[in-house]
């Protein structure tokens, strides 16, 4: 029984997280983006620092092999279409 309300706590906590995702953070192009300081980025760049925040590419590479790996054991006819859509 704890282990039931563990998982159904646990897919409550992922549907916020993709909600929020979702709203906040994914272009409609279907990246990740979040803050990026632009006074920083353009000093950094000539620098050869590593610019603020630039693994952007990482984390929509995380995002869509978690949306694939979700299609794969989603059985639920809606959240499998979701997945696939997120995908």
């Keep these: 029984m704890h282990i039931l309300i563990a998982l159904l706590l646990l897919a409550r906590k992922a549907l ?8 906040r953070h994914l272009a409609s192009e279907g ?8 006074d920083t980025l ?20 995380q995002w869509a092999a978690a949306s694939c790996t979700r299609v794969q054991v ?7 279409r979701e997945a696939v859509a997120d995908a």
């Design 74 to 80: 989603e059985s639920d006819d809606e959240t499998h």
């Design 31 to 38: 990246v990740v983006l979040y803050r990026v300081n632009l």
């Design 16 to 23: 916020r997280f993709r909600e929020a995702l979702l709203s």
């Design 42 to 61: 353009a000093r950094d760049l000539e620098s050869g620092n590593y610019p603020n925040l630039a693994d952007t590419p990482t984390f929509t590479g």
